[in-house]
């Protein structure tokens, strides 16, 4: 995954962690993890009304020293998800065992050391920064919380810590309007680092970023990784960003993981048909890829999580779709003929070079129709 | 001829920090019932240049020509400048919450933009608003018709803007970032969606995008633009295959997937200048890898190079310079050697002193 290219600064005090002990087992374990937002009417008396199931029963492995691709849609909980491994959002339901220990009911107290150990790095460079504050003091408020370091030695750490994420230790005193966009993210990555974590959870580092300056950043997470043996859990919408960066990715559709494998093979042979219309409607920077693949389009939009269908909650829209699909949810398991770590939860997997069909009639069949009938806005033509 | 054909374009705006030189002398043209990806970043000039042609930029000082099927662009009176925005050039925009009205519903919108240009009843036009609204795959379009804008999910939106923007069969669509705030799937619906109203209406399309993807996928030709100025232009296979700009060349390293990269990234240092102070020379001498000292002094011209036919770059580097493999950039790195003197070394010392440049530390 990392190649040793361009080297990062080499850091002085912040030496990289022990290697994991080889059977230490997952680094972070999630169990039939499930997050309900409650919806409420009334002024007095809040009655539920319904709720959003943003996350409905994930259950996932992270290896020690391992990038998890986390990919879905607006609304599919990939966000929400990030949320509740760092326990940002307390469960609904189910478990998180990080590094071998359940933190899902611990008070904020007790969730304090195990914090130290799992970060977040955010989308927005411009939004997660507070304005007003220097970025000395951004970087080195997780030193000042857990008591870490204070006085001279903040500072110094801090600006080995910049170093580390190539920005300048000389702007320890100015404010986040006076970087760049990349450059706060490396602020972003520099105050996630501080504390030395094990697991960063990045939702969607790189998707705010110019393109010239994605690469920066993508390069300096892999360099981080393999400098301080940290594990990623990695959301982004960009299908290439995460084929690039991830070992294993994990495909989440209204709230549920589809389909789950190693990068190579879940991008070479997709057996969930979400999967499979996800990866056709990317569009790759390169030409005859781009034009030469068979587009399977999506017709209809997300259902809405809080009411989702029944069965397979991607039946709707699915173009396999059998009456056996809105009744029986289908479980994610190894599909006959896939490798161990390949999961899909589907009733009718896509065979291996099967080619799927749009469920309704192609779009450019209807504007064909739409010229021929000739509606009468064609006035002044020769 | 061309259906459009711009030359010279400029255009600027006066703040109270400096004059924003948001463009600075671009030209191209658009082929009837051709698609033209124009690629750049931020504050490449990519957006103010297609909302200069429609005179879309109150407050700009914009120069130069733009002649679209023998009008000039720039010099309409804005009444006969109405006329063409709209019924022959139709834009749509990377938001569709903000440039939908939010007080006024879908339908109404659509009828209006139909009866601003065409004699049609009001039951007419909305009966057409409701077959546009089909056409587009808007579930329930008579329903649709009465919804408020933010009664509909994004990718809705977006198709109602491009129902909008049919609805009076332009010639030329500007797309300015059509899909950016969108999911992949949703993404594809709808340059489907185009791509089937561009070969039935036989419309012209100026896709306006940051994402090589896209391009990829629907241009025909593609213009690069950096910090206001075309860099590199071509079909769309030179472009990615044999691109002579350094730009160009260093966008395709540092994407993922794209085409010529492979195995690490390579990122292009520092960020996108200001418009304000734009480099002496070239503007991209000071991200540029191969950098010479006559880039630091002399703005390189547009020119022809070997690519491939109308294959044009603005960069010193000799014609032949083209190609994405080790072999190429090894020849650019080859004629480099020894152009290189006291302006690179300053360069090089400046910015070794400041480190300034977010990208640096990688370089």
């Not at chain 1, 999630?30 to 919806?39: G, Q």
């Not at chain 2, 060349?249 to 734009?278: F, K, N, T």
């Amino acid at each position: 995954m990392v190649d040793a290219g361009v080297p990062v600064t080499p850091a002085r005090d912040l030496q990289p962690l022990p290697a994991p002990l080889p059977d230490a087992g997952p680094l972070l374990r999630l169990e039939n993890v499930v997050k309900h937002f409650p919806i409420k009417r009334g002024i007095f008396f809040k009655r539920q009304v319904g709720r959003v199931q943003a996350v409905e029963g994930v259950s996932l492995e992270v290896r020690r020293g391992e990038t998890v691709g986390l990919v879905g849609e607006t609304g599919c909980g990939k966000s929400t998800l990030a949320r509740c491994i760092t326990r940002l959002h307390p469960l609904t339901a189910g478990r998180v065992v990080f590094d071998g220990v359940d933190i899902t009911q611990l008070s904020a107290s007790q969730l304090r050391p195990y914090r130290r150990r799992m970060q977040m790095i955010f989308q927005d460079p411009f939004g997660s920064l507070n304005p007003r504050r220097r970025v000395g003091s951004i970087i080195g408020d997780p030193l000042a919380i857990h008591g870490i370091a204070d006085g001279p030695e903040r500072k110094r750490q801090v600006q080995e810590l910049m170093e580390v994420v190539g920005l300048n230790p000389e702007h320890y005193n100015r404010f986040p309007s006076e970087f760049s966009g990349g450059q706060r993210q490396r602020i972003g990555v520099a105050r996630a680092l501080a504390l030395r974590p094990s697991l960063i959870v990045c939702d969607e580092p790189v998707s705010a970023l110019d393109v010239s300056v994605q690469a920066q950043i993508i390069n300096l997470l892999e360099d981080l990784q393999g400098e301080f043996g940290l594990t990623y859990v990695f959301i982004a919408h960009d299908l290439a960003v995460v084929e690039h960066v991830s070992d294993r990715v994990a495909v989440m559709y209204l709230g549920k993981i589809v389909e789950m494998a190693e990068t190579a093979e879940l991008f070479g042979s997709p057996r969930h048909p979400y999967t499979a219309a996800l990866l056709s409607a990317s569009m790759v920077a390169d030409p005859e890829k781009a034009r030469s693949s068979h587009r399977v389009v999506l017709y209809g939009d997300v259902p809405s999580p809080i009411n989702p269908p029944s069965g397979c909650r991607f039946h709707t829209r699915c173009p396999k779709a059998q009456p056996l699909c809105s009744v029986e949810e289908p479980p994610l398991r190894v599909q006959p003929g896939d490798p161990g770590g390949h999961l899909t939860a589907c009733h009718f997997p896509v065979a291996p070079g099967e080619r799927l069909v749009g469920a309704e009639p192609a779009i450019s069949a209807a504007v064909t129709e739409y010229v021929a009938s000739s509606p009468g806005a064609e006035e002044g033509t020769p | 001829m061309s259906l459009l054909s711009v030359r010279d374009l400029t255009v600027s705006f006066p703040t109270s920090d400096g004059v924003v030189r948001a463009v600075r002398g671009l030209s191209f043209d658009v082929e009837a019932g051709q698609t033209l990806g124009i690629v750049g970043e931020t504050g490449s000039g990519k957006s103010v240049s297609a909302l200069s042609l429609l005179g879309l930029n109150p407050g700009a000082d914009v120069s130069g020509s733009a002649v679209f099927e023998g009008k000039e662009l720039l010099s309409l009176r804005p009444e006969q400048l109405r006329e063409v925005r709209g019924a022959e050039i139709a834009m749509i925009f990377q938001d569709p919450l903000s440039s939908l009205h939010p007080y006024y519903r879908v339908g109404w919108q659509i009828c209006e933009a139909i009866r601003t240009h065409r004699r049609a009843s009001r039951a007419e036009a909305m009966r057409q608003a409701v077959e546009l609204l089909r056409l587009v795959s808007i579930p329930q379009p008579e329903r649709r018709v009465q919804a408020f804008p933010h009664e509909l999910s994004g990718g809705m939106r977006q198709r109602a803007m491009i129902a909008m923007a049919l609805a009076l069969r332009p010639k030329l669509l500007i797309a300015d970032e059509p899909t950016t705030a969108l999911d992949a799937t949703v993404q594809a619906q709808l340059m489907e969606l185009l791509g089937g109203m561009q070969r039935e209406l036989g419309m012209a399309m100026i896709v306006i995008t940051h994402d090589l993807g896209l391009v990829a996928t629907v241009a025909d030709s593609v213009l690069v633009m950096y910090a206001g100025r075309g860099a590199e232009r071509a079909d769309y296979r030179t472009i990615f295959h044999s691109p002579h700009h350094p730009y160009t060349r260093g966008l395709l390293a540092s994407i993922p997937g794209a085409a010529g990269s492979g195995g690490r990234l390579v990122p292009i240092v520092g960020q996108p200048p200001s418009l304000i102070r734009i480099p002496s020379g070239c503007a991209f001498h000071p991200r540029c890898p191969f950098a010479m000292d006559v880039c630091v002094r002399d703005q390189p011209a547009f020119v022809p190079v070997s690519g491939g036919e109308g294959h044009l770059s603005a960069c010193w580097l000799p014609p032949d310079a083209v190609g994405v493999d080790p072999a190429s950039d090894g020849a650019r790195r080859r004629f480099v050697e020894g152009r290189r003197g006291p302006a690179i070394a300053r360069l090089r010392s400046a910015i070794s002193g400041a480190r300034a440049g977010g990208g640096v530390a990688n370089g």
